[in-house]
C-alpha cells in the first residue's frame, strides 16, 4: 500500500478503477463457476447413485440366482439318491476302485447337466466328514477338508464349515483359487434325507459372470467405472477387471486405512454414501459406494471429477474471457477518466511550483466548473491573499527587526547597568565592611554589647548584600554568555562539583551517595557544573538541619526513552507542595535569612540553565520528608539549532 504513493494521481486513478471493476466481475464469476459446479456435481451424483443402485439390485439378483439354484440341486431326489451312492462306493470301495468309477460315470452326465444349465464352473460333493467324494473337474484323491482349512484357510473349507453346523445354506467370499489359477467363490446346501445330513453340495463359480455388469459403461461417460472389492486380512481386493487395468482382478490391492482410493475402502466398511475422493490411479473422481448384502462385496461406480465438471470450467473460461474484454473497456474508459480529471490538476500543481519558485504573478487556468475548476479559483484567490500577505509580512519584519535591533541595545544597557551597579555598590560596602571591622577590632573591648551587636549587624548586611550582587552577575552572565555545547561525560561531572564544596560535605560530615554508570550527555559543561553545584550545595544546606540524622545526599539518574531525568535527593526538612513553584523565583525565600544563609537565586539560576538545555525541573517532598530536585534534559540537544 505504501509504494502506491510514488504514483501519479492518473496511475492510481486507472488501477481504483481496474479495483472496482475487477471485485465485481471475480465475485461474479466465482458464484457463476461455484454454482454451476454445484448443479453439476449433484446432477452427476444423482445419476451415479441411479447406475449404482441398478447395478447392485441386478448383481444381487444374480448372485442370489445362483444360490436359488444350487438350493433347488440340493432338493431333488436324484442329487438325493447320488449322494447316497457316491458316499457308500467312496467309503467302501475308496476313490480308486472300479465300483466308486462306475457310479461317478453314472451320475457325472446328471450333474454335468445342472453344471452348464445354472453355469457353475464345478459342483462338489462333500461327505459329512468334510471329504471330496466327487468333483466334476479332477480332485487331487480324497485330501481332507479339514487340512484345508487348518492349513490353507480356503473358502471352500469355510463354508463347508459353516453349513455343516447350521445345516443352512451358506456362501463364501470370492477368493484366488489357486486349483484353476482364477477368482472363485462357492456356494453350499446341505443335503438331508430323513432329517439327517448325508452330505453337502458345493458350487464354485467364477467372477466372470460379473464382468458383464462392471464392463458397461452405459451412463459413465469416458472415464466412469464400476468396480468391485472384498476384504482380505489387510488389503481391499479388486474382484473384477478395470477400466483401466484390465488385469486388476485379484492382483491390484489396497492396504487398508492408506492414503489412496478412500472410496473402495468406505465401500467394504460402511454403508451407501457419495463424495469426493481419489481412485487407484491417484484420479480425483466423484464416487458412489454401498455394500452389497452376498458375498461381502464392496461396490464403487465413480467417475473423474475432470470429466464431471468439464461444463463448469468451459463456463469459467468462458467468464473469464467476458472479464478480459470487460476489463478492456474499462481500462480505456479509466485512461479517459482519468485523464480528464488529472489534467487541470497537473496544471495546478505546474503552477504551484512556480509560485513557490517565487513568482508570485503566475495564475492556475479553470478548465471545468466542477469541483477542480472551483479549486483553481480558489488556489488563484489563495494566491493574491499570500501576496497581500506577503507585502504585510514584509512590513512587520522591518518593524520587528527595528524592535529587535532596540531589544538588543536595552538588553546591553541593561547588562551594562547591572555591571556597572554591581561594581559601584562594591566599593562603598567593601568601605562599609572595612570600616566595621576597624571599629570591632580597636573598640570591640571598651564598645558596649549593643554596640558590638549592631557591628555584627552592619558586617552580616555587607556580605549578604556582596552575596546578591554575585548572584546578580551570576544571572546576567548565564542570560548573556553562550559556551559551547559539548559530549560531557557527567561522572566527572559530578566528580568536579563536589570537589569544589569538599570541605562542607566533610565539615557536615555529610553521606554522600552518587549512582554508578551515569550517561555521557551533549550540554553546556560549565552551566550543567553550575546545576549540580548548585543542587548539591542547596541539598547539604537542608539536609545539615535535621536533627535526627546525620545529613544524607543522593545523585542519580534514570533514562526515560528521549530524555535522561537526573535527581538530588536529601534528608532534611523539606519543602511544603504549595511552596514548590515558589523555590525557583528570583531572590525567592521560604525561610529565613536567620535561619539559612544565601540569597534565593541558587535555584532561579538552576531553573534558567536547565530550561535552556529544553528541559523542566520540579519537587517531589513533603514538609519533613526530605526534597528531592529532579530535572530533565532531552537526549537529541545535538541536533538542535538553538544551542
Known sequence: MGNIRKYSITVKLILWFLFIALVPIFIATYISYASSRKVLEEEVTNSLIAIADNKANLIEAFLAGKEEDIARLSYMGDL?????????????????????????????????????????????????????????????????????????????????????????????????????????????????????????????????????????????????????????????????????????????????????????QWAVDKSKGSGISTDYRGTEVLAIWLKLSLFDLGMVVKMDTKEVFSSAEKLRKLLSAISMVLLLIVSIMAVMIAGSISKPIKELTKTSRIITSGDLSARARAYTNDEV?????????????????????????VKIEEQAELLKKANQELDSFVYTVSHDLRAPLRGIGAFA??????????????????????????????????????????????????????????????????????????????????????????????????????????SSKNKTSKPRVEIGFRDEGQNYIFFV???????????????????????????????????????????????????????????AFLFSVPKDLKGRRDV
Open 437 to 542: 571591622s576597624f571599629l570591632e577590632e580597636d573598640f570591640g573591648k571598651d564598645m558596649a554589647e549593643d554596640a558590638r551587636d549592631h557591628v555584627k549587624e552592619i558586617t552580616k548586611g555587607v556580605n549578604r548584600l556582596n552575596a546578591f550582587i554575585d548572584d546578580l552577575l551570576t544571572l546576567s552572565r548565564i542570560s548573556r554568555i553562550k559556551n559551547p555545547y559539548e559530549n560531557v561525560d557527567i561522572n566527572e561531572l559530578i566528580k568536579e562539583s563536589i570537589e569544589r564544596i569538599k570541605f562542607d560535605i566533610q565539615k557536615n560530615e555529610v553521606n554522600l551517595k552518587v549512582q554508578g554508570g551515569l550517561p555521557t550527555m551533549y550540554c553546556d559543561r560549565i552551566k550543567m557544573n553550575e546545576v549540580f553545584l548548585n543542587l548539591i550545595n542547596n541539598a547539604i544546606k537542608f
Open 373 to 397: 475548476g472551483e479549486l483553481a479559483q480558489a488556489f488563484n484567490q489563495m494566491t493574491d491573499s499570500l501576496v497581500e500577505a506577503k507585502d504585510k509580512v514584509e512590513e512587520e519584519r
Open 569 to 627: 535527593k536529601d534528608n532534611g526538612i523539606g519543602i511544603d507542595p504549595k511552596d514548590h513553584d515558589k523555590v525557583f523565583g528570583m531572590f525567592k525565600r521560604i525561610q529565613t535569612a536567620e535561619e539559612f544563609e544565601g540569597t534565593g537565586a541558587g535555584l532561579s539560576i538552576v531553573k534558567k540553565i536547565i530550561e535552556d538545555h529544553h528541559g523542566k525541573i520540579w519537587i517531589d517532598s513533603e514538609m519533613g520528608k526530605g526534597a
Open 80 to 264: 438325493v439318491t447320488a449322494m447316497e451312492e457316491i458316499k457308500d462306493a467312496f467309503k467302501v470301495s475308496g476313490p480308486d476302485s472300479d465300483a466308486y468309477l462306475e457310479i461317478e460315470k453314472k451320475y457325472k452326465p446328471f450333474l454335468a447337466y445342472y453344471q452348464r444349465a445354472y453355469k457353475y464352473d464345478d459342483i462338489i460333493l462333500i461327505s459329512p466328514q468334510g471329504e471330496v467324494m466327487f468333483s466334476l473337474e479332477e480332485w487331487p484323491g480324497s485330501r481332507s477338508l479339514y487340512e484345508v482349512v487348518l492349513y490353507e484357510k480356503s473358502e471352500l473349507a469355510e463354508v463347508f464349515i459353516k453349513v455343516q453346523g447350521s445345516l443352512q445354506s451358506g456362501t463364501s467370499d470370492f477368493e484366488y483359487y489357486p486349483k484353476t489359477k482364477e477368482a472363485a467363490a462357492f456356494i453350499a446346501e446341505p443335503v438331508m434325507k430323513d432329517a439327517e445330513l448325508i452330505g453337502v453340495v458345493v458350487a464354485r463359480m467364477s467372477n466372470k459372470g460379473l464382468y458383464r455388469f462392471v464392463q458397461d459403461y452405459s451412463g459413465l461417460g469416458s472415464t466412469g467405472e464400476t468396480i468391485l472389492v472384498t476384504e482380505r486380512d489387510e488389503d481391499i481386493v479388486f474382484v473384477t477387471p478395470l477400466r483401466f487395468d484390465a488385469d486388476a482382478a485379484f492382483t491390484r490391492t489396497v492396504e487398508k486405512g492408506s492414503e489412496g482410493s478412500k472410496a473402495v
